[in-house]
């Protein structure tokens, strides 16, 4: 993913923003703490959600391609299905790392506002 698309970069603007203001505001004033993280918390879960749909994605496409592949082949049909999807598991496998990324800082999030 070398270019964020917009609802990624909306998204991170909005969570600099909220972690600006909970920088510099006193670790005393816990309940607006907890109103920043809440609002944070908004556009982590808008990520990790997108970001889990576009692994889900990932995993059905490479199961279609793999699929279709070894139904084509005419010998070695799994080596010609594995074959065809290697790109796509490297895909799907930086998808899972995102979705995994956001996931635990939702629920890291979650965790402070406890």
């Known amino acids: 993913m070398?270019?964020?698309?917009?609802?990624?970069?909306t998204n991170l603007k909005q969570i600099r923003l909220y972690q600006q203001q909970?920088?510099?505001?006193?670790e005393v004033c816990i309940v607006e703490r907890i109103e920043l993280l809440s609002k944070?918390?908004?556009y982590i879960g808008k990520l990790?959600?997108?970001l889990s749909e576009e692994y889900k994605m990932t995993y059905a496409k490479?199961?279609?391609i793999h699929a279709e592949?070894?139904?084509k082949a005419k010998k070695n049909k799994a080596v010609e299905a594995e074959l065809?999807?290697?790109k796509i598991r490297?895909?799907?496998a930086q998808a899972y790392g995102n979705m995994k990324r956001w996931a635990n800082a939702f629920e890291s999030t979650r965790k402070l506002m406890l």
């Open 22 to 26: 909970l920088n510099d505001l006193p």
């Open 84 to 86: 065809a999807v290697t």
């Open 48 to 50: 990790a959600g997108e």
């Open 2 to 9: 070398s270019e964020k698309p917009d609802w990624i970069e």
């Open 40 to 42: 944070m918390l908004v």
């Open 62 to 64: 490479r199961k279609r």
């Open 69 to 71: 592949t070894y139904l």
């Open 90 to 92: 490297e895909e799907e």
